[in-house]
């Protein structure tokens, strides 16, 4: 059984950081390509950032570039996501995904939800200003 895990969320104050980690299980992880997405209320669940298998290539939304820092550990099997200098519009139901892609490099298909095999259920994370 697969099974994708979020921790990390929580109540940040503007300019906090915080590093939301994703733990899979019941899958080879390394054959992987990991996204993170989020949620707002009353929005479509958008693109964060996504890495490939082996951790050599990153993609990031702008609205995050040269804020979060998408990595992972394929020895412990976990994705993260540092999030510094928190905005109140970063406000959201945070996602991570697994995409069992057949490229070792990125394309666009990790910013499509729908390219992806396995989501977990989600971390909060509120910022207020």
């Known amino acids: 059984q697969v099974q994708l895990v979020e921790s990390g969320g929580g109540q940040a104050q503007a300019g906090d950081s915080l590093r939301l980690s994703c733990a899979a299980s019941?899958?080879?992880?390394?054959?992987?390509?990991m996204g993170w997405f989020r949620q707002a209320p009353g929005k479509e669940r958008e693109f964060v950032a996504g890495?490939?298998?082996?951790?050599?290539?990153?993609d990031y939304a702008d609205s995050v570039k040269g804020r979060f820092t998408i990595s992972r550990d394929n020895a412990k099997n976990t994705a993260y996501l540092q999030m510094n200098n928190l905005k109140p519009e970063d406000t959201a139901l945070y996602y991570c995904?697994?995409?069992?892609?057949?490229?070792?490099?990125?394309?666009?298909?990790?910013?499509?939800?729908?390219?992806?095999?396995?989501w977990g259920q989600g971390t909060q994370v509120t910022v207020s200003s």
């Open positions: 890495i490939s298998k082996s951790g050599g290539n990153t």
């Open positions: 995904a697994g995409d069992r892609t057949p490229f070792s490099s990125l394309t666009h298909r990790i910013r499509i939800p729908s390219e992806y095999d396995y």
């Open positions: 019941g899958l080879t992880f390394s054959s992987y390509a």
